[in-house]
């Protein structure tokens, strides 16, 4: 009687199983390639378990020797610290960060000069003086002329113009008519020459 009244319970849990090893069936490959995956992981933890050992070992003595390093040095540390943080502070100030900024933007041509005076051929430090200003001079001069004049500077650039036009027009120019060789070195030694035939060399 009990069975009969739970019959349809019954079937509904058998039903529930059939379905459960069908979807096992159907899965079996999935099952079987997650068993791999986790065969491989396990067998990865096993093979580095020596290196990890080994690491963790480094490791320790790393910090051991690290901290007899601070016991033995951390007053040195400490005062270097402190020194950095005001080094830090001090160049963090107005003045210097300018002047430290300045120095970075102008270092990069500063650099680039020097390397295109070093000439490998000539063997020494060579150079050519430019004054920018003598391209023009008529403007540099009567333009400094107008600057410094408190009345009639109108007037006082015209008459420059006027009068010392003509003689500056005459000087100017791009580069002086000679170069600068600070440094001379020797270009070559002879036992750096190779000749390309015997009888050229002396």
């Known amino acids: 009687f009990a069975l009969n009244e739970g019959r349809?319970?019954?079937?509904?849990?058998?039903?529930?199983?059939?379905l459960f090893v069908n979807a096992l069936h159907t899965s079996d490959r999935q099952f079987v390639a997650l068993n791999n995956d986790l065969a491989q992981f396990t067998n990865a933890f096993t093979n580095t378990d020596r290196e990890v050992a080994n690491a963790v070992q480094d490791l320790n003595e790393l910090l051991s020797t690290t901290r007899e390093f601070i016991d033995e040095n951390g007053e040195v540390l400490a005062h270097d610290v402190d020194n950095l943080a005001d080094v830090t502070n001090a160049i963090l100030q107005p003045e210097p960060l300018d002047g430290l900024e300045t120095g970075l933007h102008v270092y990069p041509n500063l650099a680039s000069n020097i390397l295109n005076i070093a000439s490998a051929n000539a063997g020494g430090i060579v150079g050519m003086p430019v004054i920018s200003n003598f391209a023009n001079p008529m403007e540099f001069i009567c333009s400094?002329?107008?600057?410094g004049s408190r009345l009639?500077?109108?007037e006082s650039a015209e008459l420059c113009a006027q009068y010392l036009g003509p003689i500056l027009d005459a000087i100017k120019f791009n580069y002086?008519?000679?170069?600068?060789n600070q440094l001379q070195t020797a270009m070559t030694l002879p036992k750096q020459i190779a000749y390309s035939e015997p009888r050229l060399q002396p």
């Open 144 to 147: 400094s002329i107008q600057a």
């Open 152 to 154: 009639g500077y109108q």
């Open 176 to 180: 002086l008519p000679f170069g600068a």
């Open 8 to 18: 349809g319970d019954f079937f509904s849990v058998v039903k529930s199983l059939a």
